[in-house]
């Protein structure tokens, strides 16, 4: 076996393993990251998302989020969560937006660190 056939098939393997873990670390992510909201049943929110406050009387609830920004709104990869899982976008306004999903709509609006969903 020549040497350089050697560092070939194990460059392989060593790419072949890297993709499988990335894989399996975006399956994780997508499936197991998010929980449903207590009060809107169905949406998605990061458990990473503390629940600050929850009003029933108002209808809404409040989470401290790091990745949560007023100018940037949500970030890409929660956007796509929230999109996969069936929730379709309706209207943005600024740092809002409304959600539906069979017949429910959820308005999320996201300002530097918070995320309110009503």
Known sequence: MRLSAFFRTKKRKIASTICITIF?????????YYQESEMFAGFPVP?????V?????????????WAA???DSI?????L????????????????????????QVFLTSVDKVIYLQ
Not at 55 to 64: F, I
Not at 87 to 98: I, L, M, N, P, V
């Open 69 to 71: 920004s007023e100018t």
């Open 47 to 51: 458990l990473a998302a503390n629940l």
């Open 75 to 79: 970030p890409p990869y929660y956007w």
């Open 24 to 32: 399996i670390f975006s399956v994780y992510y997508f499936f197991f």
């Open 81 to 104: 969560v929230i999109r996969i899982l069936g929730w379709q976008e309706k209207e943005r306004e600024g740092a809002s937006t409304t959600y539906e999903k069979d017949g429910k």
């Open 53 to 65: 406050k929850a009003d029933q009387d108002n209808k809404y609830e409040e989470y401290k989020w």
